[in-house]
């Protein structure tokens, strides 16, 4: 079963407000990854999780803070976002057979789609 | 760095028919992955298919077929007997052999006349 799971499917937050998406796989994955869409444009990586470890970080601002609690799940907290931040955001996992090294397909979830007022 | 193009922003094709979506990409290593992503309005991410570098043999998935030239660094994605379901955003994609990103082309939308 090559599933990803991500709640809340949307979400709509005021600038000052903190939240949390969720992302979570049980495939046995050690790499998962977050990444933001904006319309008509292709995703953009973000975080990548390596073992449980954060391994890439794409010089995301701060008010974006990933956690991976375990190897199923995968966390993205966000605090006092700006109107511009307003996107999809995709999780993904894929084996990692090396840490840090070879990844096998990438398999994304459905997306939370994150409204900032 | 390496780069992906995809130089189609948007295609039509009348159901049943074939419809051919284009693909370059620049990189200089030897041993690497392709894939294509469909992306429907609902905008789940959907592997449709993957290629190895090292295997000369074109890739197929069903009605989904790929054309890969390496020495052309062209990997075209041919779709046979479009369905109404086929309309979607569809990105290529390259991943090196050794490492965790995945870098996109722009994408084209494929719209599916009935």
Known sequence: DTEVTQTPKHLVMGMTNKKS???????????????????????ELMFVYSYEKLSINESVPS??????????????????????????????????????????????????????? | AQTVTQSQPEMSVQEAE??????????????YYLFWYKQPPSRQMILVIRQEAYKQQNATENRFSVNFQ????????KISDSQLGDAAMYFCAYRAQYGNKLVFGAGTILRVKS
């Open chain 1, 21 to 43: 998406l969720k992302c979570e796989q049980h495939m046995g994955h050690r790499a998962m990854y977050w990444y933001k869409q904006k319309a008509k444009k292709p995703p």
């Open chain 1, 63 to 117: 008010r974006f803070s990933p956690e991976c609690p375990n190897s199923s799940l995968l966390n993205l907290h966000l605090h006092a976002l700006q109107p511009e931040d307003s996107a999809l955001y995709l999780c993904a996992s894929s084996q990692d057979r090396l840490a840090g090294g070879f990844t096998d397909t990438q398999y994304f979830g459905p997306g939370t789609r994150l409204t900032v007022l």
């Open chain 2, 18 to 31: 074939t419809v051919t979506l284009s693909c370059t990409y620049d990189t200089s290593e030897s041993d």
């Open chain 2, 70 to 77: 390496k020495a052309a660094k062209s990997f075209s994605l």
